[in-house]
């Protein structure tokens, strides 16, 4: 159907269009791959419900491989269900691929953190460890719960960053966009593609090799580092001098950042941001339970009222949070201000993007150079010493 013949059914909301049985509320953004609404469910007996609407603009439906991520962050996540994992009603088309999702009044860990940083300050321990210990359970949910068959999912959702973590003015964090996300082959031997935010990609994501659970929780040890410090890690002024960065050069210890950094909190922070994965943390909880017990020995507050007054003071009345969706450089109300400074600025550089314009095109080449750069460069560092 076209949208010209979806704007004419009838809404139960007069003067609103329709998309599927949704009554359009309004447009939250506009991102690289499509649109995000917000949208009312009705049924009978006056039952209704708000939700949010994912929509890939038509143009992309030609195209398998965006086809697919979108379709695949559907099935993957109406497989999980788990409160701190965004949940997804409904998959259908209408003039293009559409998703309904849980509506989440609140924002981003990418908003408080500008939010912090335009104010000078870093996030408090106990929420920041609120939302680290969320999005670990969210994770060991995915990798570990069951299928229908009984065994695990192996899920790695591969783009854990501050744009993908919701958290809500009740104080819930919830996991979003498993776009890129893959249940692990277990005949895979090599990974094909890099796909993710170069500022928040695993050593072994960039260097394409096999992924487990251990990748996201580098992810997640990014994420962290960034929300108790105030500031970006792997910010840097091009591509390649990222890429080189995240797998070459020292990773600083948040006590260089900030001072009276608490030692135990920083102990567990550089083990999740250990390059070789076996001295990383084994799994998810394994990290969420040494956050609990240092937040326990400091007395900081990690329950749900803390973060909830966290984000009413730092995000205004009636937002609705969600995931990117294709882009971080949306044209809603999150989009970046740029600042020059190292104080927090989202590195959001992504890798596998739409390319429709010639910028984005030529951005692409850029890319692809950066990449084989970095790969010239992993060449005489990693391999040629071994061969003398």
């Known amino acids: 159907m076209s949208s010209s013949a979806a704007s004419r059914r009838a809404s139960t909301i007069p003067g609103h269009p329709t998309i599927g049985n949704y009554d359009i509320i309004s447009k939250l953004a506009t991102g690289g791959m499509g649109e995000v609404y917000l949208a009312k469910q009705r049924g009978p007996v006056a039952f209704s419900r708000d939700v949010v609407l994912k929509k890939l603009h038509p143009s992309f439906t030609d195209d398998p491989?965006?086809?697919?991520?979108?379709?695949?962050?559907a099935k993957l996540s109406a497989t999980l269900t788990?409160?701190?994992?965004?949940?997804?009603y409904e998959l259908f088309e209408d003039d293009g691929y559409v998703m309904a999702m849980e509506y989440v009044r609140g924002g981003t860990v990418l908003r408080l953190l500008r939010a912090a940083a335009k104010a000078g300050n870093t996030l408090p321990y106990g929420p920041a460890l609120r939302i680290g210990i969320g999005v670990c359970e969210a994770l060991d949910h995915a990798y570990n719960s069951p299928d229908s068959s009984g065994a695990p999912h192996r899920i790695v959702h591969r783009d854990v960053s501050p744009s993908n973590i919701l958290v809500s003015y009740d104080g819930q964090v919830k996991l979003?966009?498993?776009?890129?996300?893959?249940?692990?082959?277990?005949?895979?031997t090599q990974g094909t593609s890099v796909k993710g935010k170069y500022g928040y990609l695993s050593p072994e994501q960039l260097r394409c090799h096999p992924l487990d659970q251990r990748s996201d929780l580098f992810s997640i040890g990014v994420v962290l580092w960034e929300m108790t410090t105030g500031r970006s890690l792997f910010r840097r002024d091009n591509?390649?001098?990222m890429m080189y960065a995240l797998v070459e050069e020292s990773i600083p210890r948040p006590s260089e950042k900030v001072a009276d950094y608490p030692a135990d909190l920083e102990a567990i922070v550089m083990k999740a941001l250990e390059r070789d994965r076996e001295k990383r943390y084994d799994s998810a909880?394994?990290?969420?339970?040494?956050?609990?017990?240092?937040?326990?020995e400091h007395a900081w507050d990690v329950e749900g009222p803390a973060l909830s007054q966290l984000v009413r003071d730092q995000v205004p009345d009636d937002q609705v949070?969600?995931?990117?969706?294709?882009?971080?450089?949306?044209?809603?109300?999150e989009t970046p201000?740029?600042?020059?400074?190292?104080?927090?600025?989202?590195?959001?550089?992504?890798?596998?993007?739409?390319v429709l314009r010639k910028p984005a095109r030529?951005?692409?080449?850029?890319?692809?150079?950066?990449?084989?750069?970095?790969?010239?460069i992993l060449f005489w560092v990693l391999i040629v010493p071994h061969l003398v």
């Open 65 to 73: 491989h965006f086809v697919e991520m979108f379709i695949n962050e």
């Open 82 to 88: 788990h409160p701190n994992i965004i949940h997804i």
């Open 176 to 188: 979003a966009d498993f776009g890129i996300a893959k249940a692990i082959d277990v005949n895979m």
């Open 239 to 241: 591509d390649v001098a």
């Open 285 to 296: 909880l394994d990290l969420a339970s040494d956050l609990r017990r240092v937040a326990h």
């Open 321 to 333: 949070a969600f995931g990117r969706i294709g882009s971080d450089k949306f044209t809603g109300p």
């Open 337 to 354: 201000q740029p600042r020059a400074s190292d104080l927090y600025d989202a590195v959001a550089v992504e890798v596998d993007t739409p």
């Open 362 to 376: 030529r951005r692409a080449v850029v890319v692809t150079t950066g990449v084989m750069v970095l790969l010239s």
